[in-house]
């Protein structure tokens, strides 16, 4: 099947420097779909890329939707590109993919320029780019992208990611054989991904509880947690 594939597409270019097939600029049915692609040149060479998929349709989608979500893909992008993004729409309960995004960079300036195409492109349809509600990984350039072009915007971090990212530290802290076999140290591990899931105004006061009572071992994982995720106000819980 792999093979089948391979045959009606074209291979993989060498650089970030390349042209786009006509046939993957427009739908099957002969709608223009690719919205923007955007090069940046230094010295002759090209340098940066952002290059911006949707339909006219799925933008009207987009911005007459007042919950909205981001999420990045890194090992799905090709090798000149850093991630592959998507942009989706809450409506009527339903998750709609309004624009998908290559990306050479996961920066501030990355994400600024993507969220001004995005702008542009709600003025040219008549509507407006302000959702109420985004949400997104912890990712710390794109919370402070958000912050700064969407200040109306309730910023809510994805709890998958947030647990994603206690269990790694976990095992960049060498702690993974206490998490397995130390049934206080994993309880308390718990205890700490559980915190997303209570009310904001209760947090504080919950993690003290938790870091009062956690054995020795798991210590490393509750200056980890402070210091992360209960002292910088610009990352949500």
Known sequence: LNQARRLTTPTLPTSIDFDIPSKYKRTTNGERYLLTDRVQHRDGKVINRIILFATDEQLRTLFTCSHILLDGTFDSSSPHFDQIYSIHGIKNDHNFVCAIAVLGGRSGIIYKELF????????????????SKISSDFEPALVKTVADELPNARHVGCNFHFVKAVYRQIRQLGLTIDYRDDEAARSTARQLMALALIPVEKVEDAFEQIA?????????????????????PYLII
């Open 116 to 131: 001004s195409i995005l702008t542009q492109h709600a003025r040219r349809l008549n509507l407006q780019f302000r959702p």
């Open 212 to 232: 009062s009572e956690a054995p020795h071992s798991i210590e490393p994982l509750i200056e980890y947690f402070n210091g992360y995720w209960m002292t910088k």
